[in-house]
């Protein structure tokens, strides 16, 4: 501290205002960055489900497919419609050889045609209408294969979620686990001071909890993998702070579970084994399009318009007429000229076509959609093999959930209790420091089985419903503390 009067050296006055700008520019860039950190993203597992069939890029990709199809239902109907268009031209002739060569009336420099056509077709072989059908069915397919994807990101929402949880939890177990060791190290060296206890125990106590050190790393890290897989299925950024506002209700969770599978007794159509069906309509009548090149084609149009030849370039502004009057002088009575207007222009008609032979492009596109039907149908019945293998692999598993969930239900009490009872005898000299371990490790143990067994219950739960073709349930939930 500078005594008044004191008078620091230059370089030392320059330092200590270096020093001082240094820490304002600091603290500047540190309020900065406080205000520019973005906000905690609060979520609850229903927001997550929400979130996954909204905005991730799978639920995007099934909706942007399902858009493209009704894009081509539309283009497949327009050709059954009638069409209408509007056409006009201007053509300005520079030189006529008709004109100089046979007659001057063919010299006409200017021409202006505007014309309103419309054209139906009548008869395409069933094209129109076997391609109305097959967009139709694709845009079915795309449908159901948007549905498929939406439970699929439903049930992986909740894996992901419930997985995050996990994590944390394990993690708090980790950290109680390495406080009670760091507790009875502690222990030791007291009952070591006290003579009831030899250097070798406090040896062991110190590398026993050393030993659950890399344990705790590696679940730190298991959460920050999970909060980075449920980020990345939900599009959140990464750097926003994640807060997990609900956890699984292991009360609850039995009842919850039994209801669940109750309602999904009864296997629905998977919406996987509809859209391959759909894709199979698509293709058969692909073959019916494809056969249509064989038929003739009917189509018939109705041409309405004006023309104008007027002998000086300008816009006609006045109708049609033709009459000796408008000849020049001198001219041959029985010629007729126009006065430069609009004369009307119509036309009907009807057109057949038949290709007759087209290089057996038609018969190689008649093939080629047979073979595409085929490979639909065989798609169909794998489909329907898949389905019955996720099902049955999904019973077995919710099975083998249901037991392991049973089995954990008493057990991390009677662990809990048997943990007590080892360390009152430890503390009153009737066991060794081994089975104190011995009954922490199994604690240990049995929570972690339990907290898996847990979220593996309802997962195998929501992946039978999902398997069934049923509605995904949520799980029971309460308050979370992170």
Same mark, same amino acid.
């Given at each position: ?268 159509? &998977? %919406?996987?084994? *509809?859209? #391959?069906?759909?894709? @199979?309509?698509?293709? !058969? $009548?692909? =073959?019916?399009?494809?056969? +249509? ?76 959609? &047979? %073979?595409?039907? *085929?490979? #639909?149908?065989?798609? @169909?019945?794998?489909? !329907? $093999?898949? =389905?019955?293998?996720?099902? +049955? ?90």
């Amino acid at each position: 501290m500078l005594q008044s009067g004191t008078i620091l050296p230059s370089r030392a006055y320059s330092n200590a205002v270096k020093t001082f700008a240094f820490l304002c520019v600091a603290a500047a860039f540190a309020r900065a960055a406080a205000a520019q950190q973005p906000d905690t993203v609060r979520l609850t597992i229903a927001d997550a489900v929400t979130r996954a069939v909204r905005e991730s890029d799978e639920a995007r990709i099934a909706r942007a497919q399902e858009s493209l199809a009704d894009a081509q239902v539309t283009t497949a109907r327009s050709t059954g419609l009638p069409q209408l268009r509007l056409s006009t031209n201007y053509t300005q002739v520079l030189e006529n050889a008709r004109a100089r060569s046979v007659n001057s009336v063919f010299g006409q420099p200017f021409n202006y045609v505007a014309n309103v056509n419309v054209s139906q077709t009548l008869f395409q072989g069933g094209r129109i209408v076997a391609a109305s059908r097959a967009a139709s069915a694709v845009r079915a397919a795309a449908e159901r294969s948007r549905e498929e994807t939406e439970a699929l990101l439903a049930v992986s929402a909740q894996r992901a979620y419930l997985e995050a949880i996990l994590a944390r939890q394990l993690l708090e177990i980790q950290q109680r686990n390495v406080a009670l060791a760091e507790a009875r190290v502690r222990q030791v060296e007291q009952l070591e001071k006290g003579g009831r206890m030899a250097r070798f125990d406090v040896l062991r106590a110190r590398v026993d909890r050393t030993n659950l050190e890399p344990a705790l790393l590696q679940a730190q890290s298991d959460r920050e993998l999970a909060d980075i897989a449920l980020r990345r299925l939900l599009n959140l950024t990464a750097t926003a702070p994640l807060a997990l506002t609900t956890a699984l209700d292991t009360a609850r969770l039995h009842d919850a579970v039994q209801l669940a599978v109750r309602d999904t007794v009864v296997p629905r159509i &998977r %919406a996987a084994i *509809r859209a #391959a069906q759909y894709t @199979l309509d698509a293709r !058969r $009548e692909g =073959v019916r399009v494809a056969f +249509a090149d064989f038929l003739p084609s009917v189509s018939t149009f109705f041409q309405t318009g004006y023309s104008a030849f007027p002998a000086s370039n300008g816009v006609p502004t006045i109708w049609g007429r033709s009459s000796n009057t408008f000849c020049p002088p001198g001219s041959d009575p029985n010629r007729s000229c126009q006065n430069n207007g609009w004369f009307p222009d119509r036309q009907f008609g009807v057109q057949i076509t038949w290709n007759l032979f087209d290089g057996l492009r038609t018969k190689g596109s008649l093939d080629q959609a &047979r %073979a595409q039907a *085929r490979l #639909a149908d065989l798609q @169909l019945i794998q489909q !329907r $093999e898949q =389905v019955g293998t996720e099902q +049955a692999t999904a019973t077995a598993e919710f099975r083998r959930a249901e037991a392991a969930f049973e089995a954990q239900r008493q057990n991390v009490a009677e662990a809990d209790e048997a943990f007590r009872i080892a360390n009152l005898r430890f503390e009153r000299g009737l066991s060794t420091l081994l089975e104190v371990n011995d009954a922490q490790n199994a604690l240990f143990t049995a929570q972690v089985n339990a907290a898996r067994a847990s979220v593996d219950y309802y997962l195998a739960a929501a992946e039978l419903a999902r398997a069934r073709g049923a509605d995904i349930p949520l799980p029971p939930v309460r308050p979370n503390s992170d």
